[in-house]
């Protein structure tokens, strides 16, 4: 870490960033990223140690007191787990009833313009919050908001409020799960959350668009090389021209070098940090679906965990009062910090109904559309120029989108109709 540490600057000097993410060690994306996981480490290494003495206790059949049934749910839980459904990580699909064709329609135009409006509204804002200066006049720039963190926390406390009101206001399972389980899954959210945020610095809105889109890659490639997954043609075809439509585009527009668009060193490092964070929590909430729960449940286990975190972390740094008196001195960022939480908190709201109404085909396309939309939207509002070749790229990986779950959806039809033992070949 010292040597890493040491190289810092010029690894700051080597990159063509704005002058003023140079002008201190505090600013620059890696020494921000230790920093921030020493604060999450002051609360991960106590809490292992209480966690470990604990069950070397045998506490849960010494264990007394008011504090027993805490102490036992969130070390021990209360349930063993069920049988894993066909797929975890999502709800199960309501079987249709007798209702209109209109109503159902009605129904899927609500989905889809909430998770249209949710999302693309979040990513405008995400751009607006890390790229754009606040208090600009005819004689100061301004200043920039440069804490990823504190954007995380709001969100954060935000889904953590909703979820916990839906589940006191509406029926849910028994919950079983040790509450230390969803400390996994809630570090490694706001990693890649802050990753996300981080990467705006240094990379377009339209560039960490195409990279999310294209994160199927690397998932084929670890369970091609570690689970010995074996997939059909048609991943290989669809991954394939995912990967030559961003090459396009990012090919396309390397040679502008316009301040808004260059993709850095340190944009790719946060966007591979993205993927390999974002792709561990969707696998350990998979794993955590086992036990039987919801996925508000999920979200509010999830989120309890992230609060802390993130809460703990800014008052160590003294981070969270410099937030506050940013949105003091800005009214407009407290806005749009407030905005940017409820759309997030929304989206994930409709993303459960959308699912639970219509399946995980039917929201793969709509939250597909929603990428080009964003892409769109970010080159009308913030300029970014994209060329013929470019806009080609990113028509390719939209079509290979598209044709992938098309493919899936015939694959689950057939696999359907086959006898028993007969199952497709394993897909990502």
């Known amino acids: 870490v010292p040597l890493v540490l040491a190289a810092l600057p010029a690894m700051a000097a080597g990159e ?3 002058p003023g993410l140079q002008d201190a060690w505090g600013d620059f994306w890696l020494f921000r990223f230790f920093l921030n996981a020493a604060g999450y480490a002051s609360i991960v290494v106590p809490g292992f140690l209480l966690i470990q003495y604990f069950k070397r206790r045998n506490y849960l059949e010494t264990g007394r007191g008011i ?3 805490v102490i036992k749910s969130c070390v021990f839980g209360s349930e063993v787990k069920s049988v894993h459904q066909e797929d975890g990580s999502l709800p199960a699909r309501a079987e249709p009833t007798e209702s209109s064709t209109a109503r159902q329609v009605f129904k899927l135009l609500f989905c889809a313009a909430g998770l249209q409006a949710s999302y693309l509204t979040w990513g405008v804002l995400q751009e607006r919050v890390m790229t754009r200066t606040y208090g600009a006049t005819d004689t100061d720039p301004g200043e920039k908001f440069k804490d990823s963190q504190f954007l995380v926390f709001m969100n954060r406390i935000l889904a953590f409020t909703v979820a916990g009101l839906y589940c006191a206001l509406t029926k849910q399972p028994r919950h079983g799960a040790p509450m230390y389980k969803y ?6 959210n706001i990693l890649s959350s802050w990753c996300q945020y981080e990467a705006l610095k240094y990379i377009s809105f339209p560039t960490q668009v195409l990279a999310k889109a294209s994160k199927v890659i690397p998932v084929m490639m670890m369970g091609k090389l570690v689970s010995r997954k074996s997939y059909e043609y048609w991943e290989y075809l669809t991954a394939a021209l995912i990967s030559v439509g961003v090459s396009m585009f990012l090919l396309s ?3 502008n070098r316009h301040a808004s668009t260059v993709t850095t060193f340190s944009g790719v490092v946060l966007l591979a940090g993205y993927i390999v964070f974002d792709s561990f929590t969707s696998n350990w909430q998979d794993a955590l679906f086992a036990y039987k729960m919801s996925p508000v449940q999920m979200m509010f286990g999830v989120n309890v965990f992230s609060c ?15 937030s506050g008196r940013f949105m003091a001195r800005h009214s407009e960022f407290a806005a749009h910090a407030v905005l ?15 699912i639970s109404q219509f399946g995980a085909a039917v929201f793969t396309i709509i939250m597909t559309l929603r990428q080009a939309f964003a892409i769109l939207l970010s080159c009308l509002i913030y300029g970014h120029a994209v060329t013929v070749v470019g806009g080609l790229g990113v028509a390719v990986v939209f079509v290979a989108l598209f044709l992938r779950v098309y493919a899936r959806s015939r694959m689950k039809k057939r696999s359907k109709k086959l006898p028993p033992g007969e199952g497709p070949v394993q897909k990502v």
């Open 16 to 18: 063509d960033v704005s």
């Open 67 to 69: 504090c027993f049934p």
């Open 183 to 188: 400390s996994f899954a809630s570090l490694s």
């Open 253 to 255: 527009s390397a040679p």
């Open 308 to 322: 802390l975190f993130t809460v703990g972390s800014l008052l160590e740094q003294g981070a969270l009062l410099e």
């Open 340 to 354: 940017l939480s409820v759309c997030s908190a929304c989206g994930q709201l409709f993303i459960f109904y959308t």
